[in-house]
């Protein structure tokens, strides 16, 4: 018998945090520093992940989704060299862009 290997918890969020690092060197060129947390990472896991493609969702998804947040923080002024984004969940249905 063919036994299937699910990934746990801890390979998804290194495959959303390896997601991450190219958003993350864009953004360190111009002063902002990106954390993804563990919540953030679940919630954009639970939003994108899907075991038949691998990855590809989860950098989708962070393109169409975080990328274009943070471009549009970026345009308006409310991201700045010197800022520090935190990508985390608050509870369980909610993902949210915090800048701190």
């Known amino acids: ?9 801890n390979q998804l969020e290194k495959i959303c945090h390896n997601a991450m690092k190219g958003v993350k060197r864009r953004l360190e060129t111009q002063g902002i520093r990106v954390i993804l947390e563990s919540s953030g990472a679940r919630v954009i896991l ?8 691998g990855a590809r969702p989860v950098e989708r998804y962070l393109e169409n989704t975080v990328v274009t947040t943070l471009s549009r923080m970026l345009i308006s002024g409310d991201l700045t060299s010197g800022s520090v984004v935190h990508i985390e969940s608050f509870d369980a249905e909610d993902s949210s862009l915090d800048d701190c």
């Open 46 to 53: 639970d939003e994108s992940y899907d075991h038949n493609y």
């Open 1 to 9: 018998a063919l036994s299937c290997s699910i990934l746990g918890t």
